[in-house]
């Protein structure tokens, strides 16, 4: 008897650590299925089967007009120049990731007050699924707030901006945003850049200061190649710096130039705002032309597996006036040899 009692113990507990073993398994796989979800990266082409499935933002709409329906009759895709047959389409109301940079660095600094007032409307012009983060820079970027939806929380942290002393280091501060800050954003949110500034960087010819390490050109050529929208708001400060700084009037042209690049590379217009009041008009375009994301699939005329780059166009049809955006394209699948 004590020989089957020790018996039956030992299946008992062979049978309930099988049970721990497995429910830990399932635990483990569990976590590890959320965990792959949460890294999921922002704006990626999914290609399920022969399905490559675009993710694209259209830009320009009128923020005071109703929101047009569009169709796939509306898309033209092209993959290495090669019209395709888009086979899926839908739109939804996707969430963003939004960055307000903000430049507190000579006479901006004058309209701190402005600044406060102007990100707070931005705040409250953004949608309820929008998470936003909050960036100034000087001579180098300081990060308020990570990206939150408490918009309570964000209205308080913006009260806390205080002025800031300093060169301008404009081009350092949109890398550091592209490298550390947009890659925290998971799931299926993209991201964009809102950034309110004169676009001068003391790097930029004649302009007193060492300015940023990172060229315009590495930025210019990061900024294409990222699935992040940059929403340029220019700040006229160039009188007064022309007259207090001394920096040269050839330095403004050449940052407006500048500006200006990079809105045409993001499909995006670049605004200019001389008043507090300029700002409303430019956040209601910005959450108008973040609002709805298009869905596009088809399966790619391009058949072979080769593991190459294939180049993906979206241009829209007899629309002029609006501009879709979407990654730039994606590596075949390389067929495994067996």
Not at 174 to 181: A, E
Request: hydrophobic share 40%; charged share 25%.
């Amino acid at each position: 008897m004590l020989t089957a009692t020790t018996q039956s113990r030992a299946a008992n507990v062979v049978t309930m650590q099988t049970k721990r073993t497995l429910l830990s398994t399932a635990l483990v796989a569990l976590l590890l299925a959320n965990i792959a979800a949460g890294q999921d990266p922002i704006e990626t082409i999914r290609i399920d089967s022969d399905l490559v499935d675009l993710k694209v933002s259209v830009l320009g709409f009128d923020p005071k007009a109703p929101l047009p329906l569009l169709d796939p009759r509306d898309f033209l895709v092209l993959e290495d120049g090669i019209p395709q047959e888009i086979s899926f389409f839908a739109a939804a109301d996707t969430p963003f990731d939004l960055v307000l940079l903000l430049d507190l660095s000579g006479s901006n600094s004058k309209n701190l007050k402005m600044i406060r007032n102007s990100a707070k409307r931005f705040v409250d012009a953004a949608r309820d699924i929008d998470r936003i983060a909050l960036v100034t820079f000087t001579d180098q970027p300081a990060l308020y707030s990570p990206f939150s939806l408490d918009r309570r929380k964000l209205k308080k942290t913006i009260d806390e901006i205080d002025e800031a002393v300093g060169g301008t280091n404009f081009w350092d501060s949109m890398d550091y945003v592209l490298n550390d800050l947009i890659p925290a954003g998971t799931g299926p949110r993209r991201s964009a850049i809102v950034v309110m500034t004169d676009g001068i960087d003391n790097a930029l010819p004649e302009v007193p200061g060492t300015g940023s390490r990172v060229t315009f050109e590495r930025l210019i050529n990061k900024i294409r190649n990222s699935e992040t929208l940059v929403f340029p708001i220019y700040l006229d400060t160039e009188e007064e710096n022309v007259k207090r700084y001394h920096v040269p009037r050839a330095a403004y042209a050449q940052a407006r130039a500048q500006l200006s690049q990079i809105s045409v590379v993001c499909g995006t217009p670049m605004y200019q705002a001389r008043q507090l009041s300029d700002l409303d008009a430019v956040y209601a375009q910005v959450v108008r032309d973040l609002s709805t994301v298009y869905s596009i699939g088809y399966r790619p005329t391009n058949k072979t597996l080769d593991g190459k780059w294939r180049s993906v166009e979206v241009h829209l049809i007899k629309r002029s006036d609006l501009f879709a955006r979407t990654k730039r394209g994606y590596y075949a699948k390389l067929l495994e040899k067996s």
